[in-house]
C-alpha cells in the first residue's frame, strides 16, 4: 500500500525559507512523477514543481521558478521542495501527489501548511 506524507511546513516571515519533505512507502519514487500542489480554502488546487520519473527532469510554476528547487533522494525515498523568498501569496495547504508512469493511478499526502507573514 502506497502513503505518502508530508511534513516541513509551518510558520516563515515574508523572505524566509522552508524545505517541504514528502516521503514514500510503498513505491519508489524513481518510478513516479511527483508534483507537489498546493491549495488554499475556497480556491483551486495549483500545480507548484514538478519532477519527473526516470531522469529527474523537472518543472516549476510562474510562480515558483526561480524561488523553488524540486529534488528526489533515492536513497530516502523522498521527494523535498526548497522553497526560499517566500511571500504572503505562497501561504496555502502544500500536497505530495506521486503518479507512475503509464498507470491510471495516483496518490496524495494529507498536506502540510505553509504560512508567510508580511
Known amino acids: 500500500e502506497v502513503h505518502l506524507v508530508e511534513s516541513g511546513g509551518g510558520w516563515v516571515q515574508t523572505?524566509?525559507?522552508?524545505?517541504?519533505?514528502?516521503?514514500?512507502?510503498?513505491?519508489?519514487?524513481?518510478?513516479?512523477?511527483v508534483v507537489w500542489f498546493r491549495q488554499a480554502p475556497g480556491k483551486e488546487r495549483e500545480a507548484?514543481?514538478?519532477?519527473?520519473s526516470g531522469d529527474g527532469g523537472v518543472y516549476h510554476s510562474d510562480s515558483a521558478r526561480g524561488r523553488f528547487t524540486i529534488s528526489r533522494d533515492n536513497a530516502k525515498n523522498a521527494v523535498y521542495l526548497q522553497m526560499n523568498d517566500l511571500r504572503p501569496e505562497d501561504t496555502d495547504v502544500y500536497y505530495c501527489h506521486a503518479e507512475p508512469f503509464g498507470l491510471p493511478v495516483y496518490y496524495w499526502g494529507q498536506g502540510t501548511q505553509v504560512t508567510v507573514s508580511s
Open 48 to 52: 507548484v514543481s514538478c519532477i519527473y
Open 15 to 33: 523572505g524566509g525559507s522552508l524545505r517541504l519533505s514528502c516521503a514514500g512507502t510503498g513505491l519508489h519514487f524513481d518510478d513516479y512523477g
